[in-house]
């Protein structure tokens, strides 16, 4: 039982010492981009497994000298660090406002954003979740041809359309109820990765910008569009767009990153945007496929005059990605 229980202890020290050293990676910039971002994901998988770790090794440990208990600093501080950039989502103050009850309808937008994964091939799912939700605006990523056309029927209730199907996992397509005018689809750092941006136009005549964005993942690819170890300036791009328009506007999109990094926070300060998760939850939309690995990728991004009227996950259909649907507000300014 001796050896069974050093063993536990030791296995927790090298657990331990993985997590403190990641932690304080994760805080420094200017590494090379992807081995700096690949840190950044797993804080919350950090924050519990160094609770978990803590309570371990004060329970397990018996010799209590200087490398103890600078075990323990190190663990106590990767869990500060863990809580000081998660706890906001599920206690802070909310970002964005709740709508009010009196709530104008047709100042009210809801919108489904949703990478579908080039291949999967659950569409029917996908078309009913769809259905059941019944958004204004349909955001779909990942598309290709063959996705294309099995979302042809969703032309009969969207009567405004932008398709820009591809086979390098890049492909997106916007549908919407709501008319749109001055669309256009940009290629803001790859030549063949889209982005949408549209004037959308509410019933009550407001108009809001949309923005639709699928930056590059974070990590090198010999299939897919990467960044060869820069820095994705996409998102930041867009933020710089915001900034200069004078309308409301919203970003949506799996922007492959999470929204506590610092490219994410950087992109939300020069747009002056905000985060509708902050004080709701972490509402993680990736990995569909596993309760270990997952964190929030697919995100909505607004200016001050929106509200939230809803936000929710919805069932999986197939992809590594959960739908992610939210309703707003467009206050009276």
């Known amino acids: 039982m001796k050896i069974i229980k050093k063993i536990i202890l030791y296995l927790i020290i090298v657990v331990s010492v993985i997590l403190i050293i990641s932690s304080l990676l994760s805080l420094i910039q200017g590494l090379s981009y992807w081995y700096s971002k690949i840190f950044d ?53 909310k970002q964005v406002p709740d709508a009010s009850s009196a709530a104008k309808p047709e100042n009210s937008v809801s919108i489904l954003i949703s ?26 990523m990942e598309v290709d041809e063959w996705w294309v056309t099995q979302l042809n029927t969703l032309k009969e209730e969207y009567a405004y359309v932008i398709e820009y199907p591809l086979d390098n996992a890049y492909g997106m397509a916007l549908y919407s109820k709501l008319p749109l005018k001055d669309s256009e689809i940009m290629f803001l750092k790859h030549d063949d990765v889209p982005s949408f941006h549209a004037t959308v136009i509410l019933p009550s005549g407001n108009p809001f910008v949309f923005h639709g964005v699928h930056p590059v993942a974070p ?32 970003v949506a ?19 002056k945007l905000y985060n509708v998760r902050i004080g709701r939850g972490l509402f993680n939309s990736y990995n569909a496929n596993s309760f270990i ?10 200016t001050h005059e929106f509200a939230v009227i809803d936000l929710k996950l ?15 507000e467009l206050r009276d300014k």
């Open 293 to 302: 690995q997952r964190w929030p990728l697919d995100h909505f991004f607004v």
């Open 314 to 328: 919805l069932p999986a259909f197939g992809s590594d990605h959960f739908p992610v649907f939210a309703k707003f």
């Open 115 to 140: 990478n579908v994964l080039i291949t999967n091939r659950e569409s029917a799912d996908f078309l009913q979740i769809v259905d059941d939700a019944n958004p204004d605006l349909l955001l779909v």
């Open 41 to 93: 994901f797993p804080r919350v998988q950090y924050l519990l497994l160094s609770l978990v770790c803590l309570i371990a090794f004060a329970f397990l440990n018996r010799k209590w000298g200087f490398s103890s208990i600078l075990l323990s600093l190190g663990l106590i501080s990767t869990i500060t660090i863990q809580a000081i950039l998660i706890l906001p989502y599920f206690w802070g103050d």
């Open 253 to 271: 999109g799996d922007l492959n990153d999470v929204s506590w990094s610092r490219t994410s926070m950087l992109f939300e300060e020069q747009g």
């Open 219 to 250: 990590v090198p690819s010999e299939k897919y569009p990467d960044n060869k170890g820069e820095e994705e300036i996409a998102l930041l791009k867009v933020g710089n767009i915001v900034a200069a328009d004078t309308l409301p506007a919203m």
